[in-house]
């Protein structure tokens, strides 16, 4: 069997950390446009599905007579903003593009271009008991902000893994970084997603409208074209910050502390990177250990616990919109990409806030099971967890999920939405990237006009499990390291035999034990969804097939030297002939890759030497 199987399997596992957009099998005859007139950014209406009374008994079977109001949570929105003519929302107005423009010295613009996170971070036992630490500087420049000049802005890449771009980064502006109280509009703090790992350009602005609508306080969002030094950067997502402004807009006192958790949980060894965001040079990790031990709780006081240190019902409600936009990037499915508000209203309890949802409105990944998720449930949190697989706390949530789906999904308003942005963000994407574009908006208008029969389905069913463990630990350990080198030509993946495709040598070892290879191959080209990929199979000498498996961001494929680190993924693995299956064995998380001849021309010489060493998580 040759090798074509082994990469298309690989390109789908835990070792890269980029989104790809897929459609779902089935395209719905309501995918349609709706007339310009019947758009409104406000919640949508209620029963343009259908009769709305038709669909009482949808949430009735769920809900059982005299059920205690701790269980069945009112879905009801939070607290009214404090200030609910904020002179920001005119900036935040979906039909106005900002324009910025940003000008820095030269070198600092491509010292800020290399900057990123590798996976360095995760070496290490120990590596989760304190925030992963920021990669990136400040640095100062000048920006213009819709024709209004700014002097001396603070200016920084941004962005953690799947986002990150040497060629379009992902920005942040600090306008009152060096001089006091300089705002645009009273905005201090302009931050700019790139939409790396989303052709469409839309998932972020629309997903926080919809978590709005679902009474969840929820970052405003909308575009800016933003231009670097006169290079035209394109069409960027500017999405509101968390900071005291948004806690205002949100919380009647805006004094609690406010913490992000990336790749975070409350249990042992994962409420560690939990990132204080205020008051930081006093800690206040008493919220987050209550949180935490309150988790462990057994489940005859387990609601009862996490009641006293957690605002229950702001939960349920904030879990259900992630599982109902299908955000498997954030705390319910991937322990990652959210805040947390301790609330002084609320006595101190913790609530959360939605974070990073580029991923969203496809269908949902058990991400470091390789799984796709039911419609109604991710659960790989601890709390969503606990939470599920406890009859009261499931029957809560569910609750709150058919209530939200009812009051707050209309297909034909969203759809709507959705063109409206369309029409927006189109004409503005650069002519190459039109078709991807295009092919992602109609993706997307697939997916949403079937996620509510998704989740009706399973709600009536009832009985939709979590079988997934907690996840292991994010940490590594050594477990080898690789020698060698490949060639090949560019554009000869696929193949069928990447034996005869290129050539190479490797030598190495592997959890102690030198590794006897007896052929190796190679073959370098774009995947099924367009990722730049080489592939170097190892024939080893008894019978089984072995391979590395490396991708690039398509500027790393120039001659040169690259951290493995900073590669979107490089692995070990070895491929079961007889199944088709490939099995992952390490990853390649330090050392170095000299890339000797490369281009993206079909027929180019393509080679690379590499000196790297292999990790493995914690207790695998």
């Known amino acids: 069997m040759g090798v074509f199987v082994v990469v298309g399997m690989q390109a789908c596992t835990e070792t890269s950390s980029d989104t790809s957009t897929s459609a779902d099998a089935a395209r719905p005859d309501d995918a349609r446009s709706v007339p310009e007139d019947t758009i409104d950014r406000g919640p949508p209406a209620s029963g343009t599905d259908g009769s709305n009374d038709a669909r009482v008994a949808f949430v009735d079977a769920l809900d059982a007579p005299g059920a205690d109001a701790r269980v069945v949570p009112d879905a009801g929105p939070p607290v009214e903003p404090v200030d609910p003519t904020d ?26 271009r290399q900057q990123g996170r590798t996976d360095l971070d995760t070496r290490g036992a120990d590596c989760m008991d304190a925030p992963f630490p920021s990669p990136y500087t400040w640095f100062e420049g000048d920006a213009t902000l819709d024709g209004r000049p700014y002097a001396r802005v603070g200016v920084r890449k941004k962005g953690f893994f799947g986002s990150l771009s040497r060629s379009r980064p992902s920005l942040v502006l600090d306008l009152d970084r060096h001089v006091d109280g300089q705002a645009h509009e009273t905005l201090t703090r302009i931050a700019l997603n790139n939409g790396k790992q989303d052709p469409s350009r839309l998932r972020t602005c629309l997903s926080y409208s919809i978590l709005a609508d679902a009474g969840v306080p929820a970052p405003r969002c909308h575009f800016a074209h933003v231009t670097v030094n006169g290079e035209d950067l394109g069409l960027y997502a500017h999405v509101e910050s968390i900071r005291k402004p948004f806690l205002r807009r949100h919380f009647s006192d805006d004094e609690g502390h406010l913490y992000e958790g990336a790749l975070s949980d409350f249990r042992p060894g994962w409420s560690g990177t939990i990132e204080q965001k205020t008051d930081e040079d006093v800690p206040h990790r008493a919220p987050l250990d209550a949180v935490t031990a309150a988790a462990a709780a057994p489940d005859d006081t387990l609601l009862d616990a996490l009641g006293a240190v ?49 991923g969203a409105l496809q269908p949902p990944r058990v991400f470091f099971e390789g799984a796709i998720a039911p419609a109604s449930v991710l ?7 606990r939470l599920y697989l406890h009859p009261e706390g499931r029957r809560a949530y569910l609750t709150t999920l058919a209530r939200m789906v009812v009051d707050h999904w209309s297909t034909d308003a969203l759809l709507a939405r959705l063109d409206r942005l369309a029409a927006l963000v189109g004409p503005r994407m650069p002519p190459q990237q039109r078709a991807d574009h295009t092919r992602a908006v109609a993706e997307l208008r697939t997916w949403v006009a079937g996620q ?27 477990a080898g390291e690789l020698h060698g080198a490949s060639r090949t030509t560019w554009a000869s993946w696929p193949t069928d035999d990447a034996f005869r495709s290129g050539s190479g040598r490797l030598e190495g070892t592997y959890r102690d034990v030198p590794l006897a ?14 990722q730049a990929i080489a592939l170097v199979p190892l024939s080893m000498a008894d019978g089984a097939l072995w391979f590395v498996y490396l991708a690039f961001d398509r500027e790393q494929i120039t001659p040169g030297e690259l951290d493995a680190a900073q590669l979107p993924a490089c692995s070990l693995n070895v491929f079961d002939v007889e199944t088709g299956a490939a099995t992952y064995l390490a990853d390649c998380r330090d050392g170095r890759l000299r890339m000797t001849d490369a281009a993206l021309v079909p027929g180019a010489p393509f080679a690379f030497e590499f000196d790297v060493g292999l990790w493995v998580g914690l207790g695998r």
Do not use: K
């Open 87 to 112: 002179p920001t929302d005119a900036v935040f107005d979906w039909d106005h593009v900002m324009t910025v423009e940003v000008t820095l010295p030269p070198a600092d613009w491509a010292a800020l």
């Open 310 to 358: 957690l605002d229950l019902p702001a939960f349920y409600r904030f879990w259900a919109a992630e599982v109902m936009i299908a955000h498997w990037d954030g705390y319910a499915g991937n322990t990652n990409n959210f805040w947390l508000y301790e609330d002084p209203a609320q006595g101190g309890r913790l609530v959360f806030l939605p974070w990073g949802p580029d």
């Open 379 to 385: 659960a790989t949190g601890i709390l969503a967890r």
């Open 452 to 478: 509510r029969g998704r989740l009706e389905a399973e709600l009536l069913r009832g009985d939709v499990p979590w079988p997934y463990p907690l996840r292991p630990s994010l940490c590594t350990v050594p």
């Open 517 to 530: 290879v007896r052929a190796v191959g190679g073959a370098a080209g774009l995947d099924e969804n367009g």
